[in-house]
């Protein structure tokens, strides 16, 4: 598996490629790593569909490097290692789907880099700002229990310890043990002082954008309604029963908007305003959750 160097702090960040065809980044979630994106399908749909694919584990997730210190997860530095991977492939432009933290770094860059962006799909997203955001998408006392219980009491406290039995509990038990609690730690302590994008530079980013999120997934929905109906060429599309857990599965009602959205085939309505939704405890793989 390749790995190339980030221009922020010489992370190396690894990734692979698949398919031929206009390319498709896929940037998952914390805790995550970019097995999510085939486990549930999304990389057979998309190089079926003639799309190049390339998937990035995050700093900190995954086969790339996890640093300890605060200042290695900013919003820069995740950016810097998207296009890191771009022109180490020589890849100049690309469409960008992200879930919850990945589709953050995905609006980033867009609103950024709207030169190197072709389009971007946000799932379970937001462009608000963080503060507060780790605790409620996970558990209160996160960041402590991380750094003073490790892995094993992150998944104790969502309902995930050695007992489970449900198969798509215990992958994600499995997914969590492999991560390092340290760089988790250090990662929800960047996210809590996140700023917001503000609101003229999502006015100002032409970019092709679909927004989706489920409307049981508070504030998610809300807010990725919200950046919807500011940006001028994006829509949303609701998740209908789903928290934000549930975002990425199953893949088919996700794809039956991605794919024709990606070729050009839907028109870019003005979104309408926006209803409400409730958190889920618990992950895309099961029942624990995940931050943007």
């Known amino acids: ?3 190339v160097p980030s221009p922020a702090g010489g992370v190396a960040i690894a990734y692979d490629v698949t398919g031929s065809g206009p390319a498709v980044v896929l940037l998952h979630g914390s805790v ?6 085939r486990a549930y399908g999304y990389v057979d749909a998309l190089t079926a569909a003639g799309y190049t694919v390339v998937r990035i584990d995050l700093r900190g997730h995954g086969r790339s490097d996890a640093p300890h210190q605060a200042d290695a997860y900013t919003q820069d530095a995740f950016v810097d290692d998207l296009f890191a ?7 100049q432009q690309a469409a960008l789907m992200g879930y919850s933290l990945g589709a953050r770094i995905a609006v ?16 379970g997203g937001s462009a608000a700002q963080q503060q507060g955001s780790v605790d409620t998408v996970f558990f209160p006392g996160t960041v402590e229990t991380l750094r003073s219980e490790g892995m ?12 489970v039995t449900d198969r798509r509990d215990r992958g994600t038990r499995t997914a969590f043990l492999a991560a390092d609690p340290l760089a988790m730690a250090t990662l ?5 002082s996140t700023p917001g994008i503000p609101e003229d530079e999502l006015a100002a980013c032409g970019v092709p954008a679909l927004w989706m999120a489920g409307d049981r997934d508070h504030p998610r929905f809300e807010e990725s309604q919200e950046a919807a109906s500011v940006m001028p060429s994006a829509r949303f599309v609701p998740l209908p029963g789903r928290t934000h857990a549930a975002t990425l599965a199953p893949s088919a009602p996700v794809l039956d908007e991605v ?5 050009g085939t839907v028109a870019h309505p003005a979104p ?3 209803p409400t939704a409730t958190a889920d405890p618990h992950s895309p793989t099961s029942t624990s959750k995940e931050t943007r």
């Open 188 to 192: 929800f302590t960047a996210t809590e």
């Open 272 to 274: 309408t305003s926006s």
């Open 1 to 3: 598996m390749p790995k």
């Open 32 to 37: 995550l790593s970019r097995a999510i994106w």
């Open 259 to 263: 794919l024709p959205f990606l070729a």
């Open 85 to 91: 991977v771009l022109d180490a492939e020589g890849i």
């Open 152 to 163: 094993e009491g992150f998944c104790r406290a969502q309902g995930l310890g050695p007992d």
């Open 108 to 123: 980033t860059a867009s609103v950024r880099r709207p030169d190197r962006v072709t389009h971007l799909v946000s799932l």
